[in-house]
């Protein structure tokens, strides 16, 4: 059922969006909605490096598609593991539906949550070491040190 991609490094975008076009080309789908998000130039870093827990993100997703699916549309979901440097993209999210408003409403909620929810650290590159970004990571209920628990 997941339509859901990892890669090294950073994404790309190009040839991820046309494929997934192409794969729900011949659906009746009204909206495609991809949102694309890149690793902005700032606080003087190289770029970020992610690492993901594999098993709770599937089941994070899978959970995504469920919802998805009830209203006739689908997800579909791209992110980096490891290095990705400034004006690479990272994470690629994209709704398919048969109407307009529930692929806009779902690719923000999708959007949101997955960056409440998901299980995936970040770090900054800065002069060539990798150093945990905890000021810009989010909290995951019982995720230990991260989880609310002190």
């Known amino acids: 059922m997941s339509t859901l991609e990892l890669y090294e490094g950073g ?6 969006i046309t494929r997934w ?8 789908y009204g909206a495609y909605i991809p949102f694309i998000g890149t690793v ?3 606080d003087e870093i190289e770029g970020l490096s992610f690492d993901v827990y594999e098993p709770i993100l599937s089941s994070w997703f899978d959970t995504w598609q469920v919802k998805a699916e009830a209203l006739g549309a689908k ?4 992110h980096s593991r490891g290095d990705v440097l400034v004006h690479e993209s990272s994470y690629i999210a994209a709704v398919f539906s048969p109407k307009r408003r529930v692929a806009l409403e ?3 909620q999708f959007v949101e949550d997955f960056k409440a929810s998901a299980p995936i650290w970040k770090y900054d590159l800065k002069n060539g070491e990798r150093l945990y970004a905890r000021d810009r990571s989010t909290a995951i209920a019982g995720a230990g040190i991260l989880g609310g628990k002190q």
């Open 40 to 42: 902005r130039e700032e």
């Open 11 to 16: 994404l790309n975008v190009p040839e991820i």
């Open 21 to 28: 076009y192409a794969e729900e080309a011949e659906y009746n």
């Open 75 to 78: 997800l579909k979901m791209a």
């Open 106 to 108: 779902m690719i923000e």
